[in-house]
């Protein structure tokens, strides 16, 4: 018996990007797995407390944001995001062993990956159907399941293997450089800062202020705050009505940070924070912290400038 | 002998909202329709000459942007937007006549109608599970062809009307006002200004200017120019490498909103121009003209002071 | 023995609109009163401590900044603003009794206020030539101690009541709504928020940030503060080297204001911080409390969530 | 008869620091020179027609905006600056050459001047008071004309060698970079481009638009356009309101120069232009034509663009 395990739901099934992603992190490995039918369900799972933390895909360079998880943590859930990982996407075309190119007459994957191979599959298999399947996995599951001579999935190499299949051809992705980044997100909490962390927040615009996005970017430019994503999403509202989803450079707990949020949201826009956490792969000299030393001598300035009134 | 009928490419199967959408236009909805299996053949249609017009869905208030559509103008296409048409979207449940809610064990649609529908789902038929169709149509079509009593459709009712189906329930959609905005796209060409028009650009940041959409949204700022859409799309170059498609109030011919473009392009960002064409709906005093008044004065202004070099 | 008794240095000497405008604070009049030759010795005797208020011009709608006391308070000094009066400027020719106007050759005053009178002269006496004095007092005086029939002064009443001179002709002034402000200083101290202050500073640009007012105006922007006077002072570094003295609607005690100088210093500028005062005159309703309250509210959801931090 | 002299006036007397800079320029030292007594007469004299050409003080590196000339060509007269002419300024204290320093009990000149040499007097003349002079000329031909071995004034080199007195301190001036520009102004025209030019212009702001600086230096930014000069000056309206007047790098005949002040003009301020003209002094690369080529390569990109419509 172990009481305290942490529990980690995660957008199944298995054999996907997803488990492939969660995998590369040990702690998460080491935890008790949960997969989950839909995205949808994952957040509910952690909102509700039966998981401690949910794993799910966020965005894709080719695709872009995953609407699902982007308006999970945007609109239906209060959740912190606690990492984020980013990972390789390659697409295999897998099939029976003996299934040969040139009979396939249906190509099944999710309807993402069908997209990013769109080039692929026009030139090297244009007899082929395109079908839809709720997931990769699901695709491979299926042929493994019910096998065709005429049929081949799209997906990641975890399927081929979960499902007895032959990958026929390797990495058949239109764009070689492909990435998916997924995030882990708790009912609560932020880490402690790293030194090399993002924020993600999420700016409304005010309607009877149309033009604030110039102004919410201003705030950014003014403290020289690095934004590495902008991402706008309609509010559901009607068309032409957007949020927008800033990743910045730094943490929560830095006080220039923590000041551009305290002037946006006092000032320019509704501000939704979504968590500050430690910053995947590589990065340059530090910023934040020469520019937290300004800002404390700037403070230390206004204290005793202060200390004078009276 | 068919000399000038007009051919228009649309995003098929017949029964989907997008052919609802493309008949509320007289004009084409009296052109010979040819449906296309995906958007980017209704895109290649077009550029290939095949088709004199495309008509695609573009964006949907609740899902946001169709990514097919969008991704096709920026990346892979070179055409213009001629209008624009915006349809109410309203998606109801469909089976054989006889099926009662509580044996609807699967529910087939579109995964993005399946996403609009999913709290009513979560509440009225807990115990189905989600399938995915390529189309709506496709969904109600299988349906109509292969009766099953333990499983429904979602859809337009004219899906419904075509494949024999009846609606058990109507307006099943989550999000009550739901729309979605459809364009019509030519090879080349731009529609003459009506007084009311949108214009469609895509900007491009530039590697070395990172904050160059505050530069980039100053320009309309400093013009009054109305954005009614700002959207950020990846690149495909990277995480984190987006291109901002804009719509603004204001035709190509109008001097203000050329000066801006031409600004644009001269200094701070890559332009591609997707479309002067007429605005859908209802709008407000025409700010486009007096702008313009302004900028004529300023025109000879400059103009009478150039007459003085030398 | 003078326990208590404030002491007021003002720009001398007495006779001028600057005696004038001191007289109209009861409790300055009530003061021991030491009239300086130079705006210089003013700020000096207050600086040394010898006085403990001085009271100078600093501005005049006609002229602009009055430099000496501008320049005293960026680079000579660090004094700080109590409190600032508005007095309406009217100039009156004066002379002897028995002098007429047509027998006027000689017209004394101090530049600046011949400069203002510059088309009454040119209309009325094209005949007189315009002689500098050291003040208005003195050109008065002088007059008094040397009657002419064929010289006049320019100045304010007190004068030719102090001098025995005759008011010949009433606010000869070229434009009637002149005014002149004036600033009370101390060596240190910031008197308490009044609900209607205004708040004086110098912003240094750096040198490696030619456009660093844009960004600088962008933080009162940002902030909704209102600026009353933005003012270029050359910083005698060299040709084209400014720094930019700002006055705004509050106070340093304000949230919002406070917040605002330390993003300034932080990031963008040296600031010099001339004082937080009682503003002159009548003023709308206080956008300042309103302003604090969205700050207020923002640094508690701010703290809140720090407090889930590690 | 007279056919086809050039006549200049200038601010006289002769030996001032305005005739030393006149006399640095071939072609005007070698036109006919009429010294005019004000500043305003020069102007005038250029309005009337009676003068070609005006030479004035516009801008001391120390003392910052010669009030007399920037005023009327903002508000008074409508001139064309046709080139500038930087003078380094040096003061020099003179005398009658058997004067004293340590008899010297008053020192004589223009007040600019005399605040010019204020360290100095307050360090080695502590006994000597200063006395207003019409300019540093008038107190040099004074002493000249009236010798007098307890007097000093205050000049340039040229009033000693006029008026016959002898320098017995060089370079008292407290800041030994100090500078002075001077203007060249006429009734019309505009040099032709040279390359490396300035331009000149007056922004008002509109009372409606209280922020509007932050947008007219935006324009500036989003072209790269670099400010030479800032300069607020009041507009005698009332103790608040002011203009702007901005020194620019390039010409009027540059496109991006043009299009930028024609944006302004439409949509931010009233411009009043002031001329553009040879700059002074030696300059970096040309970034003018740089941001030329990609103005004009997008003005044919909008071109091609607009001759799709209809």
Same sequence: chains 1, 2, 3, 4.
């Avoid at 491979?140 to 007895?164: F, K, M, N, Q």
């Avoid at 299949?165 to 992705?173: A, F, N, P, R, T």
Wanted: hydrophobic share 40%; net charge negative.
């Amino acid at each position: 018996m172990k009481p305290s395990a942490t529990t980690v739901a995660f957008f199944g099934p298995v054999g996907t990007f997803t488990e492939e992603a969660l995998l590369t992190e040990p702690d998460l490995a080491a935890a008790a797995l949960e997969p989950q039918p839909t995205i949808t369900e994952v957040l509910e799972s952690v909102s509700r407390g039966d998981a401690d933390l949910g794993f799910v895909p966020i965005e894709n360079a080719i695709e872009g944001t995953v609407n699902a998880t982007l308006d999970g943590l945007i609109f239906d859930f209060d959740l912190m995001i606690q990492r984020e990982v980013v990972l390789d996407i390659h697409l295999h075309l897998m099939a029976q062993a003996s299934t040969k190119l040139s009979e396939i007459r249906r190509v099944v994957s999710f309807p993402v990956a069908l997209a990013q191979c769109r080039k692929y599959l026009a030139e090297h298999l244009p007899q082929a159907q395109a079908v839809a399947a709720n997931s990769t996995a699901d695709a491979a599951r299926e042929l493994g399941e019910h096998p065709d001579a005429h049929a081949a999935a799209i997906g990641p190499r975890v399927a081929a293997d979960l499902y007895g299949l032959s990958v026929l051809v390797d990495d058949i992705e239109d764009h070689p450089d492909n990435q998916t980044r997924f995030v882990a997100v708790a009912a609560a909490g932020v880490p402690r800062p790293t030194g090399h962390d993002r924020t993600s927040i999420v700016c409304f615009q005010r309607a009877d202020r149309p033009g604030s996005l110039h102004g919410i970017l201003g705030q950014f430019a003014a403290r020289n705050i690095n934004l590495t994503k902008l991402e706008s999403r309609p509010t559901k509202r009607g068309l032409g009505d957007y949020c927008f989803v800033i990743d910045l450079d730094g943490h929560l707990d830095d006080e220039l940070v923590g000041d551009c949020l305290r002037d946006l949201r006092a000032g320019l826009a509704e501000v939704k924070f979504l968590g500050s956490y430690p910053a995947a792969g590589q990065h340059g000299p530090d910023r934040r912290r020469e520019a937290d030393d300004a800002w404390r001598e700037a403070d230390n300035w206004l204290g005793a400038l202060r200390a004078q009134i009276g």
